[in-house]
């Protein structure tokens, strides 16, 4: 998995992180991807993830469906992954 620098369209605010931590596998992928196709193409979400199989699960998933990584950071007891449907044209 390797980050895109592909340009982003960014949003005065953007949506608020989505809380993930303690969602199962595959569960928290279909709620990810179900967020980001509520949000306009470029916006850039923040989604929040356990260690292990999410962690190792969710972004390939994400980038097998056509969306964007746009980095993945460890936090304190989780990880914060930043993620956007890519703006077609």
Known sequence: MTPT???LQV??????PLDLRG?????NFVRT??????LRPGTLLEVW??????V??????????GYAIAALE??????ALRVYQPVEG
């Open 33 to 38: 991807k179900l967020r980001l196709q509520q």
């Open 74 to 79: 460890p936090r304190e007891g989780f990880f």
């Open 5 to 7: 620098t592909e340009p």
């Open 11 to 16: 949003p005065e605010q953007l949506p608020e």
């Open 56 to 65: 190792e699960q969710v972004p390939d998933s994400l980038t097998l469906s």
């Open 23 to 27: 969602t199962p596998c595959p569960l």
């Open 49 to 54: 993830l356990d260690a292990g199989e999410p």
